[in-house]
């Protein structure tokens, strides 16, 4: 990646309180215009990355550049960068307008222009018509947006949000999801977005990283991350997959390999990087990429009988045992022909190859 | 429904008639003596009691026109004032130092609420005999000021504490993200959401200062504060207006605590 492409560069940072590591060795780079997540489980050490990208805390260890400066000797007001509190604190005791206007007045801008950028953000965020309103007479969606303005109005060279929608309800959520997407695709900033629900960074991410007990897991595009975990945490915490506990048995074309499972079961999946010849490897199958077809279908797949089905609303979920033994779960669509599938009948499952992952860790 | 339905019977009833009774002689206990004073006030006679003679406002005008009286009502607020923005001041320093975590913090915390445990005739005599000590000669700025911070400080502090402590961190690293330097964070966003419990702290300790009797009086020489100089004169001679004067008192105290109160409220929703 071309240097001059890259907006964060995080190197080698950690982070210890006492004997805990809040972030060990962690290192990425993050691309300028780009939408990128942190994701991953409470106390995983994402929001103290951001805010060591933000100057809120300080690393132990390492060093991190915004457009290619070191900036740890930098106080928050010092730094390129604007954050989204998660819960906004917006300032209580000033409207709207000068709530947007905080950080242009701070720099001692001047008052002309701080006012038409004020009015520009505001109605960037559709809120032209709210500047006179007082902060708490702002529903909690109009608070969001205030928030946005707050920040993008200094034109930062990048925008830290820290989980500023987890409060709020699902409708509004997703709209702010929207919103925040749009802001960021039409404005062409670069955006570092704190998460713990996958859903979220993977509708929004241009790539996300997955973090865990203060540890880098993958850094990848929600597509890479999701079809291509590359570990048994990122492939747990990323949506709903079979994990099968099996043994490689061989290598195959194409990248593939041979594994075999537990009550016999032979599964060929893409072969773990690390050319792991022999051991145990795990093999990750998702629920949807798991097949299930009415007993009668033509001779594909295996056998295996309904033990479970969960009604979901749009999908269906169905836990299958194989004629060996095993224990399968596929989800499928609401809709024929599965829809008539029920707890006891006879099935088959069926995937291709490519769908599986064999991990070794 | 037939219309000789039963009518429920309220098994409250005379628990409730109790209360009733109970809380109108509460009410009667706690201000009869002020309807009294009130009342003496407009007396038309030389000796303060009853029956009641019929009614005049001399005496509140003799209140207005005495320069014992105004003399002391300007000291007490001089020295009320003063001691308020002292006392509010330290109290508000060291609510701001306490929210970074000190060592020691609750033992200190505690050290400073335990002068409000002292008796007030205790803390006279203390300040009496470390003044002696000292040969400090007793004087309004002096010692009066002094007792009356001592006395007020440890209250305005635990007003306040509260308020600066409950203070929403979260704005202040907003702030400073946005490019205020920490004074400017004070500046802009502290001190503009701190301020009406700053002033309703320091409406507080005023009238803490200007009620203040005992260990005034210890310590007060020949600077008379409205509490001594009433002192004095029902020991000392026949006072006739003395009822109007204590009218006078009680209605500027009360405004000063109502605004307080008002003050502290609005603090409160704002923070």
């Known amino acids: ?361 | 429904m037939s219309a000789a339905a039963p009518r429920a019977r309220d098994p409250y009833r005379w628990w409730r008639t109790g209360l009733f009774l109970y809380t109108g002689l509460f009410l009667t206990f706690l201000y009869l003596p002020l309807i009294v004073i009130l009342l003496l006030s407009f007396n038309d006679s030389t000796s303060t009691g009853f029956p009641l003679q019929g009614a005049t406002t001399k005496w509140y005008a003799q209140v207005l026109d005495s320069a014992d009286l105004i003399a002391a009502f300007a000291n007490s607020l001089a020295v009320g004032a003063t001691a308020a923005v002292i006392s509010t001041s330290l109290a508000l320093l060291l609510a701001l130092g306490f929210r970074h975590g000190v060592r020691g913090q609750s033992l200190v915390l505690n050290l400073i609420l335990l002068p409000v445990l002292l008796p007030g005739i205790v803390g006279g005599i203390v300040l009496l005999i470390f003044f002696g000590y000292m040969e400090i000669r007793s004087d309004l700025w002096t010692t009066v000021l002094v007792a009356h911070v001592n006395y007020v400080l440890p209250f305005a502090f635990l007003t306040l504490y509260p308020r600066v402590h409950g203070f929403d961190r979260t704005l202040e690293e907003a702030a400073m993200d946005l490019g205020a330097t920490p004074l400017k964070v004070f500046r802009h966003v502290v001190w503009p959401m701190l301020m009406p419990a700053v002033v309703a702290t320091a409406l507080f300790a005023f009238t803490l200062s200007f009620d203040e009797f005992i260990r005034t009086v210890f310590v007060s020489g020949h600077d008379r504060t409205i509490p001594v100089l009433f002192w004095l004169l029902v020991v000392d001679e026949i006072a006739p207006h003395l009822p109007a004067m204590a009218v006078v008192i009680i209605l500027v105290s009360t405004a000063l605590s109502l605004a307080a109160f008002a003050i502290g409220r609005r603090a409160d929703r704002s923070t």
Not at chain 1, 200 to 225: C, H, K, W, Y
């Open chain 1, 1 to 361: 990646m071309a240097a001059e492409a890259v907006a964060v560069s995080i190197r080698k940072v950690g982070k210890r309180f006492g004997n805990v590591a809040a972030l060990d060795d962690v290192s990425l780079d993050i691309r300028r215009g780009e939408f990128f997540s942190l994701l991953g489980p409470s106390g995983c050490g994402k929001t103290t990355l951001l805010r060591s990208i933000g100057g809120f805390e300080a690393p132990t260890e390492g060093d991190i550049l915004i457009e290619g400066r070191s900036v740890l000797h930098l106080a928050p007001y010092e730094r390129p960068t604007n954050m989204i509190f998660q819960h906004l604190a917006l300032f209580p005791h000033l409207g709207v307008r000068e709530n947007v206007g905080f950080g242009l007045r701070m720099k001692g801008a001047d008052r002309a222009a701080s006012a038409r950028r004020v009015e520009e953000a505001l109605r960037l965020v559709r809120l032209e018509d709210y500047g006179e309103r007082r902060v708490d007479q702002l529903s909690g969606g109009q608070r969001q947006r205030v928030a946005m303005a707050r920040a993008l109005v200094n034109d930062p060279a990048v925008l830290l949000l820290d989980e500023p929608l987890g409060a709020l309800d699902l409708q509004l959520r997703l709209q702010m999801q929207e919103e925040l997407r749009r802001l960021q695709r039409q404005l062409g900033a670069t955006f570092v977005f704190v998460t713990h629900d996958q859903g979220e960074a993977m509708a929004m991410s241009d790539r996300i990283a997955v973090m865990n007990a203060g540890r880098l897991q993958q850094v990848g595009t929600p597509a890479e991350i999701y079809e291509r975990p590359a570990n048994r945490f990122v492939a747990t915490f990323v949506g709903h997959a079979n994990m099968i506990e099996a043994r490689l048995t061989g290598r195959a074309a194409e990248g593939l390999a041979e594994a075999e499972g537990p009550a016999g079961l032979r599964l060929r999946g893409i072969a773990p990087p690390h050319g792991a010849t022999d051991g145990g490897v795990l093999a990750v199958l998702r629920y949807e990429k798991l097949r299930i077809l009415p007993h009668g279908a033509d001779g594909e797949g295996i056998g295996a009988t309904v033990v479970e089905k969960t009604y979901m609303g749009s999908s269906l979920r169905f836990a299958c045992r194989t004629g060996a033994g095993a224990t399968m779960t596929a989800d499928t669509p609401n809709a024929m022909p599965q829809r008539d599938i029920g707890e006891g009948d006879m099935v088959r499952l069926a995937w291709s190859p490519e769908d599986v992952v064999l991990l070794t860790d």
